[in-house]
């Protein structure tokens, strides 16, 4: 449910989950350990321990294909759900956890070096102590700029820094293809600035959705309580965030109505954005991220920005400051004091998602330290985990799979024979990527210290953006990938025509 606050938009654009096809496929595939391909057994794709014959298939075919397995793997405390790929991670984890320990314990690590920059993220990660010992320090000279703002200039100046940094308040800009033009890499602006997973939340009357308000409420006021404010400094802090936030809830497109892909594309230049969204300084914007004012941008939803336009001309300068607040330190609890860690599982992890069990500090520690350092990770977990063998076995699954294709287009009786040359021709340009990139990201600009986690978390997801903006404006680089070989999972991308199957899958 906390995707969206620690993942920029265009990483959550970019990359696209399987679907359950491709997942019975992979699994059916994945038979074999990478590290043991030669002595491991391959399981068959469909095991009869996993079903329940008892029930009518007419009746549930889900619990008749599922069922055993259903009841031999109750949902895990730390879970809000549970499934073939959950369990799959576990496996991961304990891959993930070996090579994290071993960088984490080698003192003789190059300074610089991906090995220097994993030990150092994940120590700090670990390092409880010094973590609460330094209580509200990691983000004391932000909160003390916003505490300084007086004018809604300098409210729009500071959104324009945070985005810069990997926060995103109010919207999110990045860069990804143009929808029109897949080889060229545009700047695009998408709704956010919720604090809710959607707009529905603060708009639906049911009585699930007031009861998540009404402790969302409660929630944001703990945690101005634990920046010091009184109760009643904070319920006012609290409803003031709920107010705009429920603004721009108004202002947000439906789920329905962002899957429309021509009402989504608007694409306009520097001058147009400022007609659409004239409240907004968009050059003092754009040079904030350092890019060129003719840089074309797509305005995804043009209403949404239009609104928001509006909401910087008419609320006050001190409920924004309130809101910029909220979002720095929601945005940064998981990385501090247990206070604020424990009360953002609270809400977001319990009354949201069901979990009743936060994970272990290290499985977190981990997931950061591999989203933070992806592809710096991914070159020790294929060097460990992923020998030739492993990935020529996918290269020859992914072939017959293409082969299997061809044959059933040649078969179609509903497709015309010059519909199938066109279907076939596509099939032979898809770009087909097997366990990890051919070029690995270069982190040596990337500063990874020992001081401060936060401060780690911050300078990788500056790192990650900058890497964002240089590619606007640019053609598309097609070497990338949109996963690191650490993830277990794989996606195939229209934009792209490309099919992409991670290592650990």
């Given at each position: 449910t906390r995707l969206t606050m620690n993942m920029n938009y265009a990483?959550?654009?970019?990359?696209?989950?399987?679907?359950?096809?491709?997942?019975?496929?992979?699994l059916a595939a994945s038979g074999c350990s990478p590290k043991n391909t030669a002595k491991t057994e391959v399981m068959p794709a469909i095991d009869a321990a996993n079903m329940d014959t008892t029930v009518n298939p007419g009746d549930n075919f889900y619990l008749y294909a599922n069922g055993s397995w259903l009841k031999n793997h109750p949902i895990p405390d730390e879970y809000s759900r549970y499934s073939a790929f959950e369990a799959l991670g576990e496996e991961n984890y304990k891959q993930l956890q070996t090579l994290m320990e071993e960088a984490a314990a080698d003192k003789n690590a190059v300074a610089g070096s991906v090995k220097q920059k994993i030990r150092d993220f994940y120590n700090t990660g670990l390092d409880t102590v010094k973590i609460e010992q330094e209580g509200l320090?990691?983000?004391k000279a932000e909160l003390d700029r916003i505490s300084a703002i007086a004018t809604i200039d300098e409210v729009k100046n500071l959104i324009a820094t945070n985005h810069l940094t990997g926060a995103y308040p109010l919207f999110y800009f990045f860069g990804s293809s143009d929808e029109k033009n897949s080889n060229m890499v545009i700047a695009?602006?998408?709704?956010?600035?919720?604090?809710?997973?959607?707009?529905?939340?603060?708009?639906?009357?049911?009585?699930?959705?007031?009861?998540?308000?009404?402790?969302?409420v409660k929630h944001i006021a703990r945690m101005f309580g634990?920046?010091?404010?009184?109760?009643?400094?904070?319920?006012?802090?609290?409803?003031?965030?709920?107010?705009?936030?429920?603004?721009?809830?108004?202002?947000?497109?439906?789920?329905?109505?962002?899957?429309?892909?021509v009402a989504n594309y608007n694409k306009t230049n520097l001058?147009?954005?400022?007609?659409?969204?004239?409240?907004?300084?968009?050059?003092?914007?754009?040079?904030?991220?350092?890019?060129?004012?003719?840089?074309?941008v797509n305005v995804g939803q043009v209403s949404f920005f239009?609104?928001?336009?509006?909401?910087?001309?008419?609320?006050?300068?001190?409920?924004?400051?309130?809101?910029l607040t909220w979002n720095l330190i929601n945005d940064a609890a998981s990385y501090l004091s247990s206070d604020f860690n424990q009360e953002h599982f609270a809400f977001y992890g319990t009354m949201l998602s069901g979990t009743t069990k936060q994970k272990p500090r290290w499985k977190r520690v981990l997931n950061e330290t591999s989203g933070s350092l992806g592809e710096a990770v991914g070159q020790l977990y294929v060097e460990k985990y992923f020998p030739a063998q492993a990935k020529q076995r996918m290269i020859e699954l992914v072939n017959n799979l293409k082969a299997a294709l061809h044959e059933r287009i040649l078969n179609l009786a509903w497709m015309t024979d010059a519909t199938k040359n066109e279907a076939i021709a596509k099939l032979d340009k898809i770009n087909v990527k097997v366990g990890y990139p051919d070029k690995w990201i270069d982190y040596?600009?990337?500063?990874?210290?020992?001081?401060?986690?936060?401060?780690?978390?911050?300078?990788?997801?500056?790192?990650?953006?900058?890497?964002?903006?240089d590619k606007i404006g640019k053609p598309v680089d097609r070497t990338e990938w949109g996963m690191t070989p650490q993830t277990i999972n794989a996606y195939y991308s229209p934009n792209m025509n490309e099919i992409v199957f991670p290592a650990a899958i």
């Open positions: 990483e959550l654009k970019r990359v696209m989950l399987a679907t359950a096809g491709s997942a019975v496929l992979l320090t990691p983000v695009q602006l998408y709704q956010g600035g919720l604090g809710l997973p959607d707009r529905d939340y603060y708009l639906n009357n049911d009585q699930r959705s007031a009861d998540i308000r009404n402790e969302y634990f920046l010091g404010y009184n109760e009643a400094e904070a319920s006012l802090c609290a409803t003031n965030v709920m107010q705009l936030e429920t603004e721009l809830a108004k202002i947000s497109l439906t789920r329905k109505e962002l899957r429309n892909p001058e147009g954005l400022q007609k659409i969204a004239p409240a907004m300084n968009w050059a003092s914007y754009f040079n904030t991220l350092g890019l060129d004012k003719n840089t074309e239009s609104g928001i336009s509006s909401l910087l001309n008419k609320i006050p300068v001190d409920q924004w400051k309130n809101y040596s600009s990337l500063v990874i210290g020992t001081d401060s986690y936060y401060e780690n978390m911050k300078n990788a997801r500056a790192f990650s953006v900058k890497r964002e903006l």
